[in-house]
Structures are given as structure tokens and as C-alpha cells.
């Protein structure tokens, strides 16, 4: 069972993917709770898949640093593996930035 932070992250995550459209934060919900709930696995021949995995987990801290948790409430909250949906918004946040 998810506690608050972790509602509260996936949330975090669904603005970023969808911004304030509350239509098409509704249709992907379910989507969005898979992938957030699917472990990133990193393919050992594709080089930069660590990194991917490690910049969908520093998606923690910038939600930490919004939200005002320290790092220890997110450690002990959120401490899974990289999910997919991190990578995913890490990725397009990547793209939409460049």
C-alpha cells in the first residue's frame, strides 16, 4: 500500500506529464499507476541506460525540494527501484527542456 508521499509523488509525476489537464490526467491514470509501480531495467547493451536510471531517480529530489520533504522522508518513502514512469517524465522533461 502506497502512504501519502508516494500518492503524492505519482501525482507530482502525472503534472509534469500532463500539466493542468485534469481530462487527460484522468485517461492515463491507470497507465500512470502501472508504470509507476514497473521497474526500469536497465539493458546491460545499452550504455545509457544507467544513466536514465539514475537521472528518473533524481526526479526524488527536485519533488523533495518542491514539496519540502528532506531527503530522509523520501529515502524511507520511496524506496523502490527506478520505475518506468520515472524515466519516462524524466525523459520528456529531457526533451522538452532542450
Not at 509534469?16 to 481530462?23: F, H, L, N
Not at 531527503?71 to 524506496?79: G, K, P, Q
Amino acid at each position: 500500500m502506497r502512504d501519502d508521499i508516494s500518492i503524492e509523488y505519482l501525482d507530482y509525476l502525472e503534472n509534469i506529464a500532463c500539466g493542468d489537464d485534469s481530462v487527460l490526467k484522468r485517461s492515463y491514470q491507470k497507465l500512470f499507476t502501472i508504470l509507476s509501480t514497473t521497474e526500469f531495467i536497465v539493458n546491460p547493451r545499452c550504455p545509457r541506460d544507467e544513466n536514465r536510471l539514475m537521472a528518473g531517480v533524481e526526479l526524488r529530489a527536485s519533488f523533495a525540494e518542491e514539496y519540502g520533504y528532506s531527503h530522509e522522508e523520501i529515502r524511507a518513502s520511496l524506496n523502490y527501484p527506478c520505475s518506468v514512469l520515472e524515466m519516462m517524465v524524466w525523459y520528456y522533461v529531457k526533451k522538452k527542456d532542450s
